[in-house]
């Protein structure tokens, strides 16, 4: 029975060791990664200053139909293109690939992977 009671104290002692070994290393691993936080120091916002002249204002809805109407512009401009490109094809003008006496394929694809054949 001692023989029992010494075996029960050493895996005691085996476990409680374990768990303080666990629990230093999690309290280490929290202090270290505390540690590594970057100092954050306040920056005051500069002032702004209005640049709109008084009595005039200029509305959001205004500035994003103004850039929209360009976008629109840009696209019907390729639009253009592509469809004065389409007809020469069409007609026989352009060959499929060639534009501006160019090269304009696009690039062949990767060879297909060889797979491994059982024997």
Known sequence: MAKLN???????MLLSGGVIFILGLSLLGGYIAQGNKPMVTKIDKPATIS???PGSTV???DVWMASESAKIADLNKKN????????G???GDV???K???K?????APPPPLSSPMPS
């Open 6 to 12: 010494a075996v029960r104290k050493k895996q005691l």
């Open 51 to 53: 640049t709109i002249v």
């Open 59 to 61: 509305n959001q809805k």
């Open 80 to 87: 253009a293109d592509l469809m004065r490109d389409l007809e």
């Open 89 to 91: 094809i069409r007609s």
């Open 95 to 97: 060959q499929i690939g």
């Open 99 to 101: 534009k501006d006496d």
């Open 103 to 107: 090269n304009n394929y696009p690039p």
